[in-house]
């Protein structure tokens, strides 16, 4: 790999980690007018019209295993859950505190893989995984003071999306990353209109569409087209960069979020969430080391996410 290449591909991914929280910012002004199932929704809607064509010219729209079409389709329920348990955090949280607690996911994922995909794992990276799940308690136990259990929901996206990877993993060596992703995509929004039709005959406020006013229109737009030029950023980074050398560039992210909650809603991190936001980063970038130089004293390429 050329030094070129590499150091594209750190760019790349520096821009899109540093863009990826106004996703969360146009959600969170979106939310307070718009149910989460609808934002999520519209986010479903507009992957699809951004990935279609891209599959299309690729012409590996039907580059997948049909056999497994059944986790093809769990994959999308997972990042249906993914979205809507975030988005609804977000309504009450800020965000900076909702995306450091959803930050524990690199933890769940480095467990889960321990136990299904029997992934050896060192008491070391055990040890990191069990402090930043105590730095995740530090963000948590205020956030559940001023919000309620609502502030569990993070974690409930951080395993549903460490779920999606894992299952990714699984699923991925002989499938077209696109592909993959596109037919996530029209899962999760099959099940996100299904649940907003149950929402709407029930009357279901979190699930009820309403007509958006012109602002929450931009805000909706914001989403996709801000999810779509980051997730385009974060495919071609992991293209010309080793995914080892560009995870650790993700706790950017509790960076920027912390920039853009304060510049829009003036939300800062007391003392005791920033020691919480420092464990977690300094836990998750540990076991990212440790798993680097793992896999490469066992020759073990690692696997790069699709958006």
């Known amino acids: 790999m050329k030094q070129n290449d590499a150091n594209l591909g750190l760019w790349l991914m520096v821009i899109s980690v540093l863009l990826s929280p106004l996703i969360d910012i146009f959600s969170k002004l979106a939310v307070t007018s718009i149910p989460a199932a609808q934002i999520t929704a519209a986010r479903f809607l507009l992957q699809i019209a951004f990935l279609l064509p891209i599959v299309l010219c690729r012409r ?80 948590i136990q205020p956030s559940m003071q001023e919000v309620g259990p609502i502030a569990l929901l993070p974690v409930v996206s951080a395993f549903s999306l460490a779920t999606f990877l894992l299952l990714t993993r699984m699923v991925a060596r002989n499938e077209d990353p696109w592909s993959m992703q596109l037919y996530a995509s029209i899962w999760g929004g099959i099940i996100m209109i299904l649940l907003l039709l149950v929402g709407h005959v029930a009357a279901i406020p979190s699930a009820d569409p309403v007509m958006p006013e012109m602002t929450d229109s931009l805000y909706l737009l914001g989403v996709g087209v801000t999810a779509t030029v980051a997730g385009v950023l974060s495919v071609y980074a992991y293209r010309a960069a080793p995914a080892s050398t560009l995870a650790p560039l993700q706790y950017l992210e509790i960076v920027s979020a912390t920039i853009f909650g304060w510049l829009v809603f003036d939300h800062l991190p007391d003392a005791v969430k920033w020691l919480g936001i420092a464990i977690i980063i300094a836990s998750g970038l540990y076991i990212i080391w440790r798993e680097r130089r793992t896999n490469k004293q066992a020759s073990i390429p690692p696997v790069s996410p699709v958006i």
């Not at 994959?75 to 993914?82: C, N, P, V």
């Not at 009450?92 to 995306?99: E, F, G, L, R």
């Not at 060192?122 to 930043?132: L, P």
């Open 60 to 139: 590996t729209l039907f580059d997948i295993t049909w056999k497994k079409t059944g986790l093809h389709a769990l994959r999308g329920a997972l990042m249906a859950i993914t979205m809507l348990s975030f988005i609804t955090t977000l309504k009450v949280m800020q965000v900076a505190d909702a995306i450091a607690i959803f930050f524990v996911e690199p933890i769940i994922l480095t467990i889960m893989g321990s136990i299904f995909l029997k992934e050896t794992i060192g008491w070391r990276r055990y040890t990191a995984c069990a402090v930043g799940f105590f730095g995740a308690m530090l963000v």
